[in-house]
């Protein structure tokens, strides 16, 4: 074995290493169009959900007794849709231009997009919904003989939620850690 | 730039630095059917920045730049599975075992403790350590990863403190 100096920590990393497979140059074309193309098939997953929220409310609407229930379904449509265009607001991934930026740079913004996607995710992920939830729920609340029944109906959606939301402010305080250990490791230069 | 040029700049970069890409993608991911899919996202990213490149920094410098960019990316979405966590390198132990003599332990076994150091790294300090080990000078480095030359001596400095202590205890110079 070499000695623990520069070279020989250097030959010891180069040793053994699997060469770089590359990709013929027009395979690679074909990726970078396909990146774009993918981009916009997530897209369309988004709105093919977003259709089918869209088709069971409006089946609801139509066909549900009641004000509360056909008010509830339409406001759902709404939020579907609004949670869906910020969706695609917000997980888009940087131009290729952004990733010849220096390392601190690059890394900082992309924990500081992860992190205000994660805390702010109630207003535009769940929040949307909840108007359409409400008032639908309200207007389930007749269908109930007893309010234990109805108040353990609601309670599924809104732990559902409330763990959603939970666990996102968590992740997004573990990246508000890395964010202020990256920013005090700046600041000690 | 022309297509044709971005064409011959991304074959370029790939005879220089396509074993050097290789070598780095071992720091961001162990899997080997990953890593092979992260060097191939590498060489997507490079062609398609390329186009932007206007010679205002080394070609060197641009593409360790987008390599380990992309790269972070990659560790980024994989962090939102496996919930792991990173740190910076002064704030690495390494367990205490007893120490053995650089010149006595197997390259298998000086890998893998070099591996396991860089896989706890918060990526900046991954990758001045990745850049140390590809020869890259300090000043160079500093300007890819956007810190002082200095810091770039602390961290490397660290990183070999602690290789020291595990295999070079009798005295063994850095």
Same mark, same amino acid.
Request: charged share 25%; aromatic share 6%.
């Given at each position: 074995m070499t000695s623990l100096n520069d070279d020989g920590l250097r030959s010891l990393w180069r040793q053994d290493s699997d060469a770089l497979g590359p990709l013929p140059l027009a395979e690679v074309k074909s990726r970078a169009t396909a990146f774009n193309r993918a981009i916009g098939r997530r897209n369309r997953r988004e709105y093919i959900a977003v259709a089918f929220v869209a088709l069971i409310f409006g089946l609801y609407a139509a066909i549900l007794p009641g004000m509360l229930l056909k008010i509830g379904s339409l406001l759902m449509i709404g939020g579907g849709f609004v949670m869906a265009w910020q969706l695609s607001r917000h997980t888009s991934r940087p131009g290729p231009g952004a990733e010849a930026a220096d390392v601190h740079a690059y890394y900082r913004a992309q924990l500081v997009t992860e992190e205000r996607m994660l805390a702010r995710v109630g207003l535009w992920y769940i929040g949307p919904l909840i108007p359409g939830l409400a008032v639908f729920m309200a207007g389930l609340a007749s269908q109930f003989d007893s309010t234990l029944g109805f108040a353990a109906f609601t309670a599924i959606p809104v732990l559902a939620i409330l763990g959603v939301w939970l666990l996102n402010r968590r992740a997004a305080a573990m990246l508000r850690e890395q964010i202020a250990r990256l920013d005090a490791a700046t600041e000690g230069q | 730039m022309?297509?044709?040029?971005?064409?011959?700049?991304?074959?370029?970069?790939? %005879?220089? *630095?396509?074993? $050097?890409?290789?070598?780095? /993608?071992?720091?961001?991911?162990?899997?080997?059917?990953? #890593?092979? @899919?992260?060097?191939?996202?590498?060489?997507?990213?490079?062609?398609?920045?390329?186009?932007?490149?206007?010679?205002?920094?080394?070609?060197?410098?641009?593409?360790?730049?987008?390599?380990?960019?992309?790269?972070?990316?990659?560790?980024?979405?994989?962090?939102?599975?496996?919930?792991?966590?990173?740190?910076?390198?002064?704030?690495?132990?390494?367990?205490?075992?007893?120490? %053995?003599? *650089?010149?006595? $332990?197997?390259?298998?076994? /000086?890998?893998?403790?070099?591996?396991?150091?860089?896989? #706890?790294? @918060?990526?900046?300090?991954?990758?001045?350590?990745?850049?140390?080990?590809?020869?890259?000078?300090?000043?160079?480095?500093?300007?890819?990863?956007?810190?002082?030359?200095?810091?770039?001596?602390?961290?490397?400095h660290r990183f070999k403190a602690m290789l020291t202590r595990r295999f070079a205890p009798m005295g063994d110079t850095l």
């Open positions: - | 022309t297509e044709a040029e971005q064409d011959q700049a991304f074959s370029d970069a790939i %005879t220089r *630095f396509g074993g $050097a890409i290789a070598r780095m /993608a071992r720091g961001y991911e162990a899997d080997a059917d990953l #890593r092979r @899919d992260l060097e191939q996202d590498i060489q997507v990213a490079l062609w398609q920045s390329l186009a932007r490149f206007d010679g205002r920094c080394a070609l060197s410098t641009w593409v360790w730049r987008v390599a380990h960019n992309r790269a972070i990316s990659h560790i980024i979405a994989r962090q939102r599975h496996s919930r792991r966590r990173w740190s910076n390198i002064e704030d690495i132990d390494l367990p205490d075992a007893d120490p %053995t003599p *650089f010149d006595h $332990a197997t390259s298998d076994q /000086a890998m893998t403790l070099i591996l396991s150091i860089i896989e #706890r790294l @918060d990526p900046p300090d991954r990758q001045i350590l990745l850049l140390y080990l590809e020869g890259v000078a300090a000043t160079e480095t500093g300007e890819i990863t956007g810190v002082s030359p200095e810091v770039v001596a602390t961290k490397i």
